[in-house]
């Protein structure tokens, strides 16, 4: 870490920036040494812009359901730079994209299991999941649409990348205070990925959200509705044939 850097951010900030307690941050600091604040005259620990991005990275990875121990490791096996990976930019990110579609369309589970893991220890999840697997599937929809692959190409990449976003999905936890909700794809309706990303930052900011899916009939879903008594109901549309009956679901 380069201390050549001005410390800008007390602990207050950084504590409110990042949504972290001033006393775990203190551990992390005592016990990791991974970061090492500045100080001004008066004693107080000041933080660069460099840390904040180190915190930021060991806080993803925390959320994603690492320990804070075995983030650390992870950042320094990595010998990790946060320069050097945002001055890749959007090359890293497409060949990221290009080979994990490579290994699922060759069946190479474990090939892409380890990009994909690759992918997570360097970005947020948000830049894999809108940047590398959003256009991993789109292309793969592109290409069983133009019969360039199979149905179960599309099915077995599909269902990969969809396991990987419900492990994450699931490691998040619920909100008490906050409302239910209930989500589904229109009837007929069987492009899942929007809703599904839509899901994925609902749960993240502590929603309970249940999430249906596709195929599900219409009078199931008012089923579900009459049951689970949700405050907010979403329903996905891609597909303008499937308008009609998504919008009469709606109002019943």
């Keep these: 870490m380069s201390q050549n850097e001005t410390g800008k951010y007390n ?3 950084i504590s409110k920036m990042l949504g972290i307690q001033p006393g775990t941050l203190r ?19 000041l933080y660069t812009e460099e840390h904040v ?3 930021r990275w060991l806080i993803d990875k925390v959320e994603k359901g690492f320990t804070i121990g075995q983030a650390v490791d992870l950042f320094e096996k990595e010998d990790f730079q946060l320069d ?41 999840i ?16 592109d290409l069983w649409e133009r ?25 998040y936890r619920v909100d008490a205070y ?19 990303t839509f899901t994925f930052f609902l749960r993240r900011k502590g929603f309970d959200v249940i999430y249906l899916g596709t195929g599900v009939p219409g009078r199931d879903i008012l089923t579900v509705v009459n049951q689970v008594q949700p ?9 303008v044939k499937n308008l009609e009956g998504a919008f009469k679901w709606s109002r019943q």
């Design 126 to 141: 948000e830049k894999v999941l809108m940047e590398i697997f959003t256009p991993l599937l789109i292309k793969v929809g």
């Design 84 to 124: 050097s990976v945002e001055g890749k930019g959007n090359g890293q990110v497409e060949e990221f994209s290009i080979k994990i579609r490579e290994a699922l369309l060759s069946f190479n589970e474990s090939e892409a299991q380890a990009l994909a893991d690759r992918a997570f220890s360097i970005f947020s």
């Design 147 to 171: 019969n360039s692959i199979t149905a179960a190409h599309e099915h077995f990449a599909s269902n990969f990348i969809k396991m990987k976003m419900g492990n994450i999905f699931q490691s």
């Design 27 to 45: 551990a992390w600091e005592r016990r990791y040494h991974i970061i090492e604040p500045v100080r001004n005259q008066a004693g107080h620990r």
């Design 53 to 55: 991005g180190t915190l």
């Design 11 to 13: 602990i207050k900030a």
């Design 178 to 196: 906050l409302p239910k909700v209930l989500v589904v794809c229109a009837p007929d309706e069987r492009h899942e990925l929007g809703l599904l």
């Design 231 to 239: 405050k907010l109901f979403f329903i996905s549309c891609t597909m």
